[in-house]
């Protein structure tokens, strides 16, 4: 899974990521301060699965058209430690049930949503 951490996602969880064996790029290292129609276009390009918890990409999804194929994880989390996204994220790639493909994936504390698109 090739993933691309948006902006507002901790580098460290970036680390663990990567040190886990994912192909992740950091926006925030390698791309600091470009658009988040920017970001779709660049996951597009590179078939990157987005991981923000920037809730904009909802409207770009659904209303602007974008369509990421690798999908779209959404971390909908208020307080947290900058490694806990990370150590989150794969666990939860562990599990063979959910897909990411052409979906917004919405993590909450408690539960996980999806929307096809």
Not at 56 to 83: T, V
Not at 84 to 106: A, R
Request: charged letters at 25%; one cysteine or more; a negative charge.
């Amino acid at each position: 899974m090739k993933l691309l951490a948006n902006e507002n996602f901790p580098i460290s969880s970036v680390r663990i990521l990567a040190n886990a064996g994912y192909d992740i790029i950091a926006v925030g290292k390698d791309f600091a301060g470009i658009l988040d129609s920017e970001v779709i276009e660049l996951a597009i390009e590179e078939n990157r699965t987005i991981i923000t918890f920037d809730r904009d990409y909802g409207e770009l999804i659904f209303k602007k058209g974008y369509k990421p194929h690798a999908g779209i994880i959404y971390l909908r989390w208020d307080n947290f430690q900058p490694n806990e996204p990370g150590e989150y994220l794969i666990e939860l790639f562990k599990s063979q049930d959910i897909k990411y493909e052409c979906m917004l994936t919405v993590v909450g504390l408690d539960h996980i949503r999806q929307r096809k698109y």
